[in-house]
Every structure is written in C-alpha cells, then in structure tokens.
C-alpha cells in the first residue's frame, strides 16, 4: 500500500525559505521509472505542478518557479525534500506530493493529504 | 508550452443526470498524456481517468474519457451525491505537468 504524507511548517515569513518534506511508504525511489512530485493549491484556485525528481535523481521544474525550487531525495529514509527560496504571500497554498509510478504512466496515481503553508509577516 | 482550458467552468446538474465535461489543449498532444482527476472539499485530488480513457484503480465505471488531438471529454453517465466536486484534467508535455483551471459540478 503505498502512502506519502508531508510535513513542514504551517506558518512562513515573506523572503524566508520554505522547506517541505515527503515521507513515502510502499514504493522505493530506486525503483526504475518511479518519480515523487509537487503540486500546490492556493485556497479556493487550481492545481499547480511545482517539481519532480525520478529514481535516477533527474529533476524537472515549472518553468515559472524553477530558479527558486530545489527537489532532493532520500531513498535510504524514503524521503523527498522541496525547497522553495523568497516565499511572498502568494506561494500561500496547500502542497501536495504524489507518486508517478512509471514511466510509461504520466498521471499521479497517489498523493499524500497535503499540508497548508501560509506566508504572511 | 500547451494550455488546457476547462469548460464549463460551474456544471449545474441533479443526481442521476449525465455531466459531460470539456478539457481543450492549445495544440494536438498525445492521449496519453492526459488524466482527469476529482478534488472533493479537503481532500486531495483522487485520480479518474489517465491515458484519456483509461479507468484508475478503483473508479466506477460510470466515469469514461474519451478524446484526442486537442479535444477531450469526461463523462460521468449518472451522477451518484459523491460525485458532485471539482475536475481537473492534466497534462504530461515535454517533461513537464499542466493542470486545466477545473470544472465545478454542483447540485442543481
């Protein structure tokens, strides 16, 4: 059974950094074509992809907030860290990872509950 | 970078009624690139539909997609109380993942 579930904190200062953690069960990040990817949700707005790391430790960002994301992993602590620099009261949003679990498959197929980040002085 | 428009943007329907809900592409993608997802109020988004037709682990089957080239439909043939939420349909493009704006499906 695979589960993910993030953590981090729920309240950030506009221009500090905001680190968030995914800690995953069922799946390895070793395993050939699995990635671990974000996706953010400002209250009441759409989905937004941020980033994405594969089992092969390749990444890809959005294009719009690729300067400020950095995607790591821990496949020993089943573990993916995004890190997001200068936050502003826009990155406000509920963040999400999920499982991409080959490949050949280019949907989310499980996501963790999410955990709301609010960015205010 | 390909744009996905989502219509109708609010989709008022009673139960037992058929929803047919729209995702159109900028430009001609591969229908295997698009999945559907439902987001119910608090919970996170539940996977439908990926491949454009293909049924998630789980999903009933009055919920089918269909589509290709840059038109692309989710059909929900009778709409059960649990099914009135939110609908997202995404994109897989050149290594990168795009979400429509979302469909709102609410009781009439």
């Known amino acids: 059974q695979i589960t993910l579930k993030e953590s981090g904190p729920t309240l950030v200062k506009p221009t500090q950094t905001l680190t968030l953690t995914c800690s995953f069960s069922g799946f390895s990040l070793s395993t050939s074509g699995v990635g671990v990817g974000w996706i953010r949700q400002p209250p009441g707005k759409a989905l937004e992809w941020l980033a994405l790391?594969?089992?092969?430790?390749?990444?890809r960002y959005s294009p719009s907030l690729k300067t400020r994301l950095t995607i790591t992993k821990d496949t020993s602590k089943s573990q993916v860290v995004l890190t997001m620099t200068t936050v502003d009261p826009v990155d406000t949003a509920t963040y999400y990872c999920?499982?991409?679990?080959?490949?050949?498959?280019?949907?989310?197929?499980?996501w963790g509950q999410g955990t709301l980040v609010t960015v205010s002085s | 970078e390909i744009v996905l428009t989502q219509s109708p943007g609010t989709l008022s329907l009673s139960p037992g009624e058929r929803a047919t809900l729209s995702c159109r592409a900028s430009?001609?993608?591969?229908?295997?690139?698009l999945a559907w997802y439902q987001q119910k109020p608090g919970q996170a988004p539940r996977p439908l539909i990926y491949?454009?037709?293909s049924r998630a682990a789980g999903i009933p089957d009055r919920f089918s997609g269909s589509g290709s080239g840059t038109d692309f439909t989710l059909t929900i043939s009778r709409l059960e109380p649990e099914d009135f939420a939110v609908y997202y349909c995404q994109l897989y493009d050149n290594s990168l993942w795009t979400f429509g704006q979302g469909t709102k499906v609410e009781i009439k």
């Open positions: 430009q001609s993608i591969r229908s295997s690139y």
């Open positions: 999920a499982h991409r679990p080959s490949l050949d498959e280019y949907y989310f197929d499980y």
């Open positions: 790391i594969y089992w092969d430790d390749d990444t």
């Open positions: 491949a454009a037709s």
